[in-house]
């Protein structure tokens, strides 16, 4: 039944490598939103019964918002959301989870999509590089519709709302990640030409 499917598809990677390349990565970068979305809601739990919860985390004041108070690349008020900010307790909730659904993409990425055949040690740095470039554009953006998006949900549906908010944030980071991501993973994991092995010495002729 499958086998018609795969050989199609095996064809249109030979013929299509580029195109087929993006499928995959499209395939993998979905497979690590539906992971998130399943771990954001547990580590929030976990981490809302510390008084990590009541903690702000506010570091890395960059400018200063229209009601003159400071903007912070990674602001998180003490308190629960939405009247507080989730404190230290949200922030590591986050990238507890953006950490684990990078890790697995990496591997994923690096030996199903591209089929790396380099140094993975490089890579792994310039992914991590990667990594935290885009982890603190995502946080700065955040700073704009994070509040938002809690505040206009909760009013509207309570607890409900704030699972809503969970999973709108966590596919807005998905989301950057993906733009951003393919492109550099193009360069990262790339194929290292066949070593090409020495000619075998020319047999010698029998006397």
Known sequence: MFRPIADAWRRFATTRPAVAEFVVFT???????????????????????TPLVDTAFQVLPVNTNADGSTFFIFDYPAGALPLGGGGLAYFLAVQLTLLIAQV????????????STSNPWPAASSYAVAYVIITFVAAWLQGFYKDPI???????????GETVADVVTM?????????????????????????????????????
Do not use: H
């Not at 395939?27 to 809302?48: C, E, R």
């Not at 697995?104 to 990425?109: H, K, Y």
């Not at 809690?150 to 409900?160: A, D, L, N, S």
């Open 171 to 207: 596919i807005i980071n998905a989301l950057i990640s993906f733009v951003v991501f393919f492109p550099i993973l193009k360069i990262i994991f790339r194929k290292e030409p066949a070593a090409v092995e020495a000619d075998d010495p020319e047999p010698v002729a029998a006397a």
């Open 104 to 115: 697995i993409n990496f591997f994923l990425q690096r030996n199903v999509t591209f089929k």
């Open 27 to 49: 395939l993998i970068s979905q497979g690590m939103t539906v992971l998130q979305l399943a771990l954001m809601p547990v580590f929030k739990w976990l981490f809302n019964l």
């Open 150 to 160: 809690y505040q206009w949900m909760i009013e509207r549906w309570g607890g409900t």
